[in-house]
T-cell receptor, first 112, second 114 residues
């Protein structure tokens, strides 16, 4: 398996623009997690899905953030409108039946 | 609620020396404990985990960690550091109530001096 695949690896956008981050989990995994990593706050769980259903989105910072998982092999994290403080590395992780996940390489987002 | 404290944001060791990265946790229920490693510009990779059973856990790349309930600790060790061990290490805790939420420490950057 190729592991968790995230795209794009880098995204530079201007404030106010919509940003969509994509994730393909490992085939057969039933959990998918979105994390954000910043210098100030470290690694934070934003949301996670079980069998494509959002289970806990309490970490989503505000309504500008939304996440979907239309099927078992694809998830998106959308920020609309984006703000400079959203600049971070966003990780997707997937797992089979548990909290410990296999992480993707991340998307480095810069909002100017 | 769960939380993790990693003592020392930066640790430097000489090649061949003992590696000791400290992690203390707080949990209201028996915890699951994890160590992850992150190399530059890469995602996190699981090194080892403790769920139940034997308190000394062996992981990949020669690392091991010991769960000490009385000390609420889960320190990561490796007898002999290698240059390739230079990376950032994260300790994480979750409970097994089904929450499936990992709480990460702030990380420790390990530097290996030749």
């Amino acid at each position: 398996d190729a592991g968790v695949i995230q795209s794009p690896r880098h995204e530079v956008t201007e404030m106010g623009q919509e940003v969509t981050l994509r994730c393909k989990p490992i085939s057969g995994h039933d959990y998918l997690f979105w994390y954000r990593q910043t210098m100030m706050r470290g690694l934070e769980l934003l949301i996670y899905f079980n069998n494509n259903v959002p289970i806990d989105d309490s970490g989503m910072p505000e309504d500008r953030f939304s996440a979907k998982m239309p099927n078992a092999s694809f998830s998106t994290l959308k920020i609309q409108p984006s703000e400079p403080r959203d600049s971070a590395v966003y990780f997707c992780a997937s797992s089979l039946g548990g909290a410990h996940g296999y992480f993707g390489a991340g998307t480095r987002l810069s909002v100017l | 609620a769960q939380s993790v404290t990693q003592l020392g944001s930066h640790v430097s060791v000489s090649e061949g020396a003992l590696v000791l990265l400290r992690c203390n946790y707080s949990s209201s229920v028996p915890p699951y404990l994890f160590w992850y490693v992150q190399y530059p510009n890469q995602g996190l990779q699981l090194l080892l985990k403790y769920t139940t059973g034997a308190t000394l856990v062996k992981g990949i790349n020669g690392f091991e960690a010991e769960f000490k309930k009385s000390e609420t600790s889960f320190h990561l060790t490796k007898p002999s550091a290698h240059m390739s061990d230079a990376a950032e290490y994260f300790c994480a805790v979750s409970d097994h109530s089904g929450a499936n939420n990992l709480f990460f420490g702030t990380g420790t950057r390990l530097t290996v001096i030749p």
